[in-house]
């Protein structure tokens, strides 16, 4: 039996990034940029008005004998069109927000500081005195041509989307998502859609694991569930080994009929198959067919926790992060964690913030059958090794399943 921080060393030192290839835009969220990206133009192209109001030389701002200057008005520059005719001394030109500034025009007064006779006014009063350059947004005051804008390795969101958009890289090169199938076993497990019938429980893990894959940022594929036979096992490997990772559950502790694990070995190697950890010590890592494969446990519980414990990581390693672990603060468990475990212990628990500090409460009965223990948790308070006891109040490590990684 390993600890987890060797079993985790042992898996992601396994794992390369996928290869590069080019996503279009809309589907790269997630994803990790590929090549540092250089804007090969200026942004915004061509200088324009910030407001909505009038284009005009500064000089002819300035006030005549105490009293507004009045300029004739000789048209209008709307967003998305180019002015026909240049400004010249003692006129202006009507312009909107996002328009770019005629020939002529060295400054923009916003509409609240002039006064006319109406929309067709043929005239315009100017209100106040305005520098050179006011309300105009230079072209290449974001971005210009020739910078570096993104670094290869970030992580695109969506404002580094928005971003790319403005650059028009309508597809991007990044590391592409993992392809994961997702298999499970035991003549026990019927489909969501089936009536239960003596002996039978309903296939819950295929579903949580494919989105928990979904989430990580794969393409989960679900295989069905393979039967406890040596012959349904292979057959379902058979087309398992099409993608980049495979996750069972199910089949892999020390039962007559836990035979993934025969499988593995026929077919590959495996490199461990326990983990001294509760939920989830049948936890098995290796190779079938060249292809890694994640063995977690049957028990519900235990698959969702050493999923998010080990799946989690290798599909972000995969994906080319370099964040590859949910952060651990330190938080006081109000209820404690009574059960003593000679294994080190996951326990589900709701963090919050509360009066200046961390609070975790612990979901209730810890059992790795009890699903219900799933439910509202946000965390996994973790218990050392060793028969550790931790009393209402106590201070505790708490890994933090909804922060990002670090
Ligand atoms: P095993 O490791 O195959 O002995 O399974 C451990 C426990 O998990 C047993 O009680 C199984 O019935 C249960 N189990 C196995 N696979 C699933 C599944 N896909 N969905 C829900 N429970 C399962
Ligand atoms: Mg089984």
Do not use: C
Not at 33 to 53: R, T, W, Y
Not at 258 to 268: H, P, S, T
Not at 323 to 330: E, V
Request: net charge negative; aromatic share 4%.
């Amino acid at each position: 039996m390993i600890s987890v921080e060797e079993a985790l060393a042992r898996i992601l030192a396994e794992i390369k990034a996928l290869p590069v290839t080019q996503i279009p835009l809309p589907e790269a969220l997630g994803l990790v940029l590929a090549q540092d990206i250089v804007a090969q133009e200026d942004i915004p192209p061509f200088a324009n008005s910030a407001m909505d109001g009038f284009a005009l030389l500064s000089s002819d701002s300035q006030p005549r004998d105490g009293k507004p200057p009045r300029l004739r008005i000789t048209g209008e520059v709307a967003a998305g069109y180019v002015a026909d005719h240049a400004v010249e001394e003692g006129t202006a030109m009507r312009i909107m927000t996002g328009a770019p500034v005629p020939l002529g025009a060295d400054t923009v007064i916003q509409v609240e500081l002039t006064r006319t006779e109406g929309p067709r006014s043929e005239w315009v009063e100017i209100m106040e005195a305005v520098p050179r350059g006011n309300n105009i947004r230079p072209a290449g005051e974001d971005m210009h041509r020739g910078q570096t804008i993104l670094l290869q390795g970030s992580e695109i969101g969506p404002w580094e989307i928005g971003v790319l958009a403005t650059l028009g890289w309508a597809s991007v090169p990044a590391t592409r998502r993992p392809h994961v199938a997702i298999l499970g076993t035991g003549d026990e497990v019927i489909d969501v859609d089936q009536p239960l019938r003596p002996g039978k429980i309903r296939n819950s893990n295929s579903y949580l694991l494919e989105a928990a894959v979904r989430r990580a940022g794969a393409v989960p594929h679900r295989l069905g569930v393979a039967r406890d036979t040596i012959k349904s096992l292979r057959e379902k490997f058979t087309q398992a080994i099409q993608h980049d990772l495979i996750i069972t559950s199910g089949g892999v502790s020390v039962g007559d009929f836990d035979l993934v694990k025969n499988i593995m070995a026929e077919q590959g190697q495996i490199n461990f198959w326990r983990i001294n950890m509760r939920p989830g010590k049948p936890v098995a890592f290796g190779f079938i067919g060249g292809i890694p494969l994640l063995g977690l446990p049957g028990n519900p519980v235990s698959a969702a926790v050493t999923f998010e414990l080990f799946g989690r990581p290798v599909i972000r390693k995969m994906l080319g992060h370099t964040r590859l672990l949910r952060p651990q603060i330190d938080v006081i468990v109000e209820d404690g964690v009574s059960d003593r475990a000679m294994r080190r212990h996951y326990v589900r628990a709701h963090v919050e913030w509360r009066d200046g500090r961390f609070v975790a409460h612990t979901t209730g009965n810890q059992g790795s059958h009890i699903t219900m223990s799933l439910l509202n948790a946000n965390a996994l308070v973790v218990v050392p090794e060793g028969g550790f006891e931790i009393h209402p109040g106590d201070t505790a490590k708490a890994i933090m399943l909804d922060w990002p990684e670090v």
